[in-house]
């Protein structure tokens, strides 16, 4: 099955294809072939240790990612993040097990610098060159659609987007005058018609058609029925869009119950292993982090305690997964402890703030205990920020899909924190901006997208230090 943009199938759950699969290795091999370069440019045999690093390579960039923009500009800022994230992590672990002086320097650094930009250029050549390549050596599909509304209109569009898949789109079957209450403000051209929904059947053996989409309103399901008896005898490859663009689809999926197959509208992105991965990356790292930390920990607790009345430790109510109340940790920044019916928000120069209240929440020094809530399995290092209990209540009234940010744990820092959201909502269309983005990380989790924004938190940090207090 499959569907355009925000539908539980995805373009890339098609057959493995030559285009899919040069999508899928190219990252990787780009990388490995800068290596293999850039060894025999300094003269280095490419022996067991390169080797190794290699494979090590490959397991962490296969498979490679379609880029999210056709930007150049952010194509660049894409691939630069994940290299930079990729190669402190293979200094860190080189460091850790001494493996570093195995390698000549002239070839890593040479290396570190040649990758990125070769994966750039092939980030940019691809898109040109895999559709001419495949259409030359008579290996694109050629595929047609069954509707042409709305729905229908939308799958072609994203087929045309995305030309690494090998797809090409003949045409549309439909019956104009039985669709009556679709949306013909943006009509196709007629020579795109083929025909009716009786002759799909005919064109495709008579034709070479490879692909059918079935992209008919639910309210047609005679006509399916009836379609899909015709197309038992043809030897195309049939698949369905479902019509549930009016639903705002999270980690949507298809599954079976008993063989009956059942569409997942909402659900979390944390199921089967991916569940393990997140709570076993979380572990890890909260529990590295809190020993590198500890100093620095004991160092602000006796700065709480030194530079004003009150407990070190503020507790607040949260919800966490699920929409279940949590208590979480921070370091008490202000001089009260709201957890009430009504909870307000810090604002710039804020009375209740303390002086060194104030250093920390610029530095958001004040949320390392929340480290300790990850290993107690309340939050993650990375998820939807926290909001307190009242805030919640208020914006779940205000603010469509509010509350299916917490189908994963509340996070320390998040994809929205990186992305300029930090700090305080004062209206209601920030926090609208806020929960966008957090909903956008529930639909494209990746331990790879987790690991980006710990790297982009540590520069918003520094960078920003100004947008919380």
Known sequence: MIAAQNTPFKLSQQP???????????????AIASLVACASWAGEPFGGPYIILSLLVFSVTFPGRAPRSTSPGAIARDVLADWILIVAMLLLLGWATGALGSFDEKVLTAWFVATPLATFASQLLLPVLLPRLTRAEGLNRVAVIV???????????RIRATPFLGVEVGGFFEDRNEDRNEDRRQEIPAAHVLGTVEQVATYVKSHKVDLIYLALPIAA?????KLLDDL??????VYFAPDIFLFDLIQARMDTI???????????????VSSLVKR?????????????IAPVLAAIAAGVKLSSPGPILFRQRRYGLDGREIVVYKFRSMSVAEDGAVVTQATRNDSRVTPFGAFMRRTSLDELPQFINVLQGRMSVVGPRPHAVAHNEMYRKLIKSYMVRHKVKPGITGWAQVNGLRGETETVDKMKARIEYDLDYLRHWSLRLDLQIIWRTIFVVFKRPDSAY
């Open 221 to 225: 399901q005679p006509r399916v029925l």
């Open 232 to 237: 038992c005898d043809t030897t195309a490859s």
């Open 16 to 30: 493995l294809t030559l285009a899919v699969l040069v999508r899928m290795v190219l990252e990787p091999m780009v």
């Open 147 to 157: 509707g042409a509304g709305s729905l229908g209109r939308r799958l072609a569009e």
């Open 280 to 292: 076993a990356s979380d572990i890890v790292l909260a529990s590295l982090i809190l020993v590198l």
């Open 258 to 272: 008993g063989g009956m197959p059942v569409v997942a509208v909402c659900e979390t992105p944390f199921y089967g």
